[in-house]
């Protein structure tokens, strides 16, 4: 097994939207032929939202969110559970302290319980994985 890392959602709907599509997003979507990614307990529902949000806009057809869950669930993409405990204090007080949403940090805090990098491309979110000293995730590129 290649790599293992706590994967946000900024990385995840650039493979949705081909005018957000970058290098660094197609890089982290290679690695997961032979790597292992793992969301918060929040990712599906964030997945979710954006592709309603595009849907409403005119952005996406209902079929190509389908296809797009199609193509996220055969992907090695792990959803970790989370207490709602750990959610009103750790993830709520992580938030607090780096100036992030509460979405933001659930996935600063998985990444740091599990001590994995982050694939990210949220300003905000790494800025206060770089202010906590967390790696970032840096996919092998060929």
């Keep these: 097994m290649g790599a293992q890392f706590v994967l946000d959602n900024s990385v ?6 081909k005018d957000e599509r970058d290098r660094y997003a197609a890089s982290v979507l290679d690695s997961l032929e032979n790597g292992e990614a793992i969301v918060p307990a929040i990712w599906p529902l964030e997945v979710g939202n954006v ?17 797009f869950l199609s193509m996220l ?11 709602a405990e ?4 750790e993830i709520l007080a992580l938030a607090r302290e780096y100036q992030l949403t509460t979405y933001d940090a659930s996935y600063l805090d998985l990444a740091m319980r ?16 770089k202010k906590c000293r967390m790696r970032l ?3 092998r590129t060929n």
């Design 114 to 129: 599990l001590a994995l990098p982050l694939a990210t491309r949220d300003v905000a979110l790494l800025k206060a994985a």
């Design 137 to 139: 995730y840096a996919p």
């Design 86 to 89: 750990r959610m009103f204090r």
């Design 51 to 67: 592709l309603l949000a595009a849907e409403r806009r005119g952005r996406l057809f209902q079929t190509d969110s389908v296809r």
């Design 73 to 83: 669930s055969g992907l090695p993409i792990l959803v970790e559970a989370e207490g």
């Design 12 to 17: 995840v709907m650039t493979w949705c939207f």
